[in-house]
């Protein structure tokens, strides 16, 4: 029988520190003793992550048996983001797809009684509660590093509710995650870094841009805030929304700067819209 090593769990806090040393994120300084006791508590779910060892369907066959419905909402968010690429005539991109399926995999350390108590008890959840779950992206990040998961995968996972306009949750710095990932993933940059000719610190934005990672996050963000508002699973007491009022809650956003304006236009595209039609809507709505 295998016995299961502390090594996993040390990796993990020594991936944790790192990330913190790296990003000013307040939120998450308050919130390090919480992620560092979920993965306490799931000593082995993290040494069965470190052994995933880069490939995504092991990645996500882990994440099912942890949890069902965030799977599930994964393979929403993938079909959502692949139609959203699709009408922004991106090429057929694996890495984003892998990221979109897995983008929610920091809620596996997560206990179920706090992530399903809205969905399965209608109970709201506590101020503290709500916290506990805006730690996803961060255990997202520490457990993508361990399973040595495509850095696209690892950047979603963290800022995949981060927006364009500052808002939104943890404040990845982009730099510092782009930095990290650097050091430790040289061989999948390898070729970049090369071609970048990438010494210190400098480029690493452009690099990120080059691997589209930033953009990749926000096509998810906006293929999760759609799939999460039109879910057939919405408990009673939650608000249903109808198209109409989903069509104005994005523009309204991408007013707002929380998104970008091709990725608004995918989706106005795939739900049928006449690009005529589209340029309208954005005047209306006073969209630039
Ligand atoms: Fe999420
Ligand atoms: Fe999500």
């Known amino acids: 029988m295998k016995t299961i090593k502390s090594t996993p769990l040390q990796e993990i806090n020594r991936i944790l520190n790192e990330i913190l040393l790296i990003n000013v994120r307040p939120s998450i300084k308050k919130s390090k003793n919480y992620i560092e006791n979920c993965f306490e508590n799931n000593n082995y779910l993290i040494g069965r992550f470190s052994d995933v060892n880069?490939?995504?369907?092991?990645?996500?066959?882990?994440?099912?048996?942890?949890?069902?419905?965030?799977?599930?909402?994964?393979?929403?968010?993938?079909?959502?983001?692949?139609?959203?690429?699709?009408?922004?005539?991106?090429?057929?991109?694996?890495?984003?797809?892998?990221?979109?399926?897995?983008?929610?995999?920091?809620?596996?350390?997560?206990?179920?009684?706090?992530?399903?108590?809205?969905?399965?008890?209608?109970?709201?959840?506590?101020?503290?509660?709500?916290?506990?779950?805006?730690?996803?992206?961060?255990?997202?990040?520490?457990?993508?590093?361990?399973?040595?998961?495509?850095?696209?995968?690892?950047?979603?996972?963290?800022?995949?509710?981060d927006y364009k306009n500052g808002r939104g949750y943890p404040h990845i710095n982009p730099k510092g995650i782009i930095e990290m990932l650097?050091?430790?993933?040289?061989?999948?940059?390898?070729?970049?870094?090369?071609?970048?000719?990438?010494?210190?610190?400098?480029?690493?934005?452009t690099l990120c841009n080059d691997m589209s990672l930033i953009g990749d996050a926000s096509i998810i963000s906006v293929a999760?805030?759609?799939?999460?508002?039109?879910?057939?699973?919405?408990?009673?007491?939650?608000?249903?929304?109808?198209?109409?009022?989903?069509?104005?809650?994005?523009?309204?956003r991408l007013k707002d700067g929380f998104y970008e304006k091709n990725t608004v236009r995918a989706y106005l595209r795939h739900e049928g819209k006449k690009d005529t039609l589209i340029t309208k809507i954005f005047e209306i709505y006073g969209i630039k």
């Open 54 to 161: 880069g490939n995504p369907q092991k990645a996500f066959k882990l994440l099912e048996e942890y949890d069902y419905h965030t799977a599930q909402h994964g393979i929403e968010v993938r079909e959502m983001s692949m139609n959203l690429s699709k009408h922004m005539d991106k090429e057929f991109d694996e890495n984003l797809l892998d990221a979109a399926l897995l983008h929610d995999i920091g809620k596996a350390p997560l206990p179920k009684e706090v992530l399903y108590k809205e969905k399965f008890s209608g109970e709201r959840l506590t101020k503290e509660e709500k916290r506990k779950i805006r730690t996803h992206p961060i255990m997202g990040e520490s457990i993508g590093i361990i399973a040595k998961l495509h850095p696209s995968i690892v950047y979603a996972a963290a800022a995949h509710h």
């Open 182 to 205: 650097v050091t430790l993933y040289p061989d999948i940059y390898k070729e970049s870094l090369d071609k970048q000719r990438i010494i210190g610190n400098t480029n690493l934005i």
């Open 224 to 252: 999760d805030m759609i799939c999460a508002t039109i879910d057939p699973n919405r408990k009673e007491y939650q608000k249903k929304y109808t198209k109409s009022q989903l069509y104005n809650i994005l523009l309204k």
